[in-house]
């Protein structure tokens, strides 16, 4: 590994900023480094090593004529496929958009482009975002690099994945259920979901739009932070996005946790748990009291209920998204005949072609939930129940500035494993649903690896824009910590 | 809860996906399973609780009324048929 790419973004970007090193050699050495890697991790659906360099040239003319405030200026970072980029194939993971070209950027790539961020290209991902491991691309699987045997987690695996090779310096991912905590934890490196509305979803194509939401991965909680920091903000283009103004994240990460009160549900030991997880998770919390923060139990009662409320809302809210996938404007058509005429047979023959097994399985879930006679037993009561779960964090936050847990309850699982089993995939995804139902910004850290020398998760949840807190008690873990400077075998 | 292969052509017809005899048979058992376990939500007594549509509470977002550009420039280079200024579909009238 040659040593540029083993800097973390921000000493990167210092040194760019200092032209000890100009943007082109940054992004000739990542290139390299994918080139290096891909064979075996398959972290990218497409290298723009042409649209890469140019970039990287425009960013040197930036840097040579004395710009210095931006702190991804020349940095070479990476987006999840399904961030549009104008005049790059666009994927979504799926075959229906295996021909498609992004007529525009997306805000967050826009965001990146103007702070001078070089993109390196866009990253495998489970279809739709909907899986825990990545398995469900429709272009082959992400490998973990710490154990290619091992998924990297999901659905933003090509993310965490191309974070942990050192085959870009910060990457985009998005998150609905877990879809950046869970492959953070099992790649062993920072992803954060930022408080929903946060960072526009304009350009994002959605999957449940109510609680989607992009957000970084990145080596270290500072670089974290740097990227969060150029991708959030209002977006008139989409009505979701908060009207808050962004603080300087990256600014008081040092300020410590001396005093912060830190809620440690009792709910999130599940059963399932690894022995080995639960035993990081009680040493991290005794870190953080060792820095002077106050560990407090506290209850979340309707944790368990936040799977199957998962289960019925965002498949709905899928299959409704995903009408638009018709074969008329964009992506695939497949011609088709039916008992109901040669439109319907080409909407059929399209989706059918076009779409995965586990995307036509959360389709035929949402349809079923909202389908005539269903709707008011099974998307009301989910949206109900979903109050509930949010009420518990209310509850939590008046005795905890944030929550502590693991993010996962095991750590990387085998290739194959949970394939033939969609319960046992989704329950991958329990500890950081009831998060997402509830709009609320969660980060994972490194936390140890196990006997097997696979990463474990730390996640820290926070009040809605409540980032700093959540940043602030991620650095203060880290710099007490060494387990993010561990390195997979790569 | 038991969803019978009935149920599962019926969806599939509203959701406009053609399903294989397997996908359906394969479905038919896993749709069951899932439906069972979402099942648990009936445990809670939720009369007196208001649904929530959106993690966050805003309503009625405005914008002034006015022409912008839009962001696609070329619609007939990503359609799969284009004519004359239309998408082109199969022909639904006789």
Avoid at chain 1, 47 to 71: F, M
Wanted: proline residues 5%; negative net charge.
């Amino acid at each position: 590994m040659n040593e540029i790419v083993s800097l973390t973004l921000h000493e990167l970007g210092q040194r760019l900023r200092a032209r000890e090193l100009s943007a082109e050699e940054a992004a000739r050495a990542y290139l390299a480094r994918i080139a290096e890697t891909e064979g075996k991790v398959h972290a990218y659906l497409s290298v723009l090593e042409k649209e890469a360099l140019e970039a990287a040239r425009a960013a040197d003319r930036r840097l040579k004529a004395g710009e210095n405030g931006s702190p991804l200026l020349g940095v070479p970072v990476a987006v999840k496929d399904l961030l549009c980029m104008e005049g790059t194939r666009t994927t979504c993971g799926s075959r229906i958009l295996g021909g498609f070209t992004a007529p525009y950027d997306a805000t967050a790539v826009a965001l990146l482009k103007k702070a001078g961020a070089v993109i390196l290209g866009k990253l495998n991902m489970d279809e739709f975002a909907m899986g825990s491991s990545t398995e469900r691309s429709a272009f082959g699987p992400t490998r973990n690099p710490w154990n290619l045997e091992a998924t990297p987690g999901g659905s933003s695996g090509g993310s965490a994945a191309a974070v942990a090779a050192r085959s870009a310096a910060a990457t985009l991912g998005s998150d609905t259920g877990g879809s950046i905590r869970q492959p953070a934890a099992c790649c062993g490196v920072v992803g954060m979901k930022p408080t929903y509305g946060r960072v526009s979803r304009y350009g994002l194509i959605a999957f449940a739009s109510s609680l989607d939401q992009i957000g970084p991965f990145a080596r270290t909680v500072r670089d974290c932070a740097i990227v969060l920091a150029a991708v959030s903000g209002h977006d008139p283009r989409d009505s979701t996005s908060a009207d808050e103004p962004v603080p300087g994240y990256a600014e008081d990460l040092d300020a410590g946790v001396k005093g912060m009160r830190i809620g440690i549900p009792r709910e999130y030991f599940v059963e399932g748990t690894d022995p080995e997880v639960e035993a990081a998770v009680r040493a991290a919390i005794r870190v953080m009291e060792g820095l002077g923060a106050r560990a407090e139990e506290v209850s979340l009662p309707h944790t368990e209920y936040a799977l199957p409320v998962y289960y019925i809302l965002a498949p709905a809210e899928a299959s409704s998204n995903l009408a638009r996938y018709d074969g008329v404007r964009y992506g695939l058509r497949e011609e088709g005949e039916s008992e109901y005429g040669p439109l319907f047979g080409m909407y059929a023959a399209s989706r059918e072609a076009g779409f995965g097994e586990e995307v036509k399985r959360r389709i035929m879930l949402g349809t079923y939930a909202l389908s005539s006679g269903y709707y008011d037993a099974y998307y009301t009561k989910a949206q109900r129940v979903r109050t509930l779960v949010s009420r518990d964090f209310q509850a939590a936050f008046r005795k905890a500035d944030v929550i502590l847990s693991a993010t996962a309850p095991t750590a990387a699982f085998r290739l194959g494993e949970r394939m033939a089993d969609p319960l046992s995939m989704y329950l991958s995804d329990i500890l950081t649903i009831p998060c997402n139902l509830a709009g609320l910004p969660g980060i994972s850290v490194p936390c140890g690896l196990t006997s097997a020398r696979l990463p474990i998760g730390l996640q820290i949840v926070g009040r809605p824009f409540g980032e700093r807190e959540v940043l602030r008690a991620a650095a203060a873990f880290e710099g007490a910590t060494a387990h993010h400077r561990a390195l997979p075998p790569l | 809860m038991a969803i019978s292969r009935q149920d599962v052509l019926h969806v599939s017809r509203l959701a406009r996906l053609e399903l294989s005899e397997a996908e359906v048979e394969k479905f038919t058992a896993q749709l069951g399973g899932i439906l069972d376990y979402i099942s648990k939500l009936n445990e809670l007594d939720t009369r007196d609780v208001p649904p929530t549509s959106h993690a966050l509470e805003i309503t009625n977002v405005f914008r002034k009324d006015e022409v912008t550009d839009s962001p696609i420039g070329n619609m007939e280079g990503m359609a799969p048929s284009f004519f004359k200024g239309h998408f082109r579909v199969p022909k639904v009238i006789e």
